[in-house]
């Protein structure tokens, strides 16, 4: 049986950019609804996603298995960038839930728009900030190289597509 704790080694990009237009949907109608008991969720499913990739997530589930296969070929890349990104999402949502608890609404607002910014570039362009930002943590020495072989050497951006 499968674990349900760990992010998978790769993951299909078409369904990472499918999360990321979730993302923006939902901190979108937090800001437009004042529903800002919505950021929890936000921070939950950043959280589920940090923890398990897809399995656990509700969205991560519906852009895997519903949005992305309708999308085409899986595009697989490696998962652990990924996972680094989310976690920023995780630390960016779970402030905004922390500034709403302190009455911080412009503070939450903000950092909504903010996710909001960096989800709609990963949804419509395929610039994954969080990815970016880990290949530099790489080639500054503080991640290591072997952490990631994709992100350390540029020329192996595509993994190949399982049969």
Known sequence: MRS???FPAVVNETAARSVAAGVVLLAGATMVTGWLWLAV?????FALRVLSGPRLSPLGRLAAQVVAPR????RLVSGT?????QGIGLVVSGAA???LALGGTAVATALLAVLVVFATLEAVV???AGCYAFGLLIRAGIVSDDTC????DI???RLPVAA
């Open 4 to 6: 349900l704790v760990g």
């Open 41 to 45: 969720v936000l921070a939950t499913g």
């Open 71 to 74: 999308l085409g070929a899986p």
């Open 81 to 85: 960038p990924k996972r680094f990104a």
């Open 97 to 99: 839930v922390a500034a």
């Open 126 to 128: 395929g610039f994954c």
């Open 149 to 152: 072989v994709e992100c350390a």
């Open 155 to 157: 020329t192996a951006r």
